[in-house]
């Protein structure tokens, strides 16, 4: 069973950049979208990016478009996110995910996401 394992979290001031990224063993995941979501203390998860390798179509949350870009490396089976002009509210345990549905369908049908990793913790002080 395909397994996705998170990296790259860790504790940053407003303004700084990380990059997570997000590996996937013990499966084949070939034609799945892969991509993000998040989950910050008390709020419900959220749609961050997600990407089609095939055309290369991406799709960002409202709150994340113009400071995140979502990537990946196919050939190496890992997908990307890099995280600039970091803010507080962006605190909070990022998931990776993948699922055969196209990206259009996953702000709002998290129910549908077939794999997720275990999360890494991004905590942005000010």
């Known amino acids: 069973q395909a397994q996705l394992i998170e990296s790259g979290g860790g504790l940053v001031q407003a303004g700084d950049s990380l990059r997570l990224s997000c590996a996937a063993s013990?499966?084949?995941?070939?034609?799945?979208?892969r991509g993000w979501f998040r989950q910050a203390p008390g709020k419900e998860r959220e749609f961050v990016a997600a990407i089609n390798w095939n055309g290369g179509t991406t799709l960002y949350g409202d709150s994340v478009r113009g400071r995140f870009t979502v990537s990946g490396d196919d050939v190496k089976n890992v997908v990307f996110l890099q995280l600039n002009n970091l803010k507080v509210e962006d605190t909070a345990v990022y998931y990776c995910a993948a699922s055969r549905y196209g990206v259009s369908w996953w702000p709002s049908n998290i129910g549908d996401i077939e794999v997720w990793g275990q999360g890494t913790l991004v905590l942005v002080s000010e």
């Open positions: 013990g499966g084949i995941l070939s034609g799945y979208v």
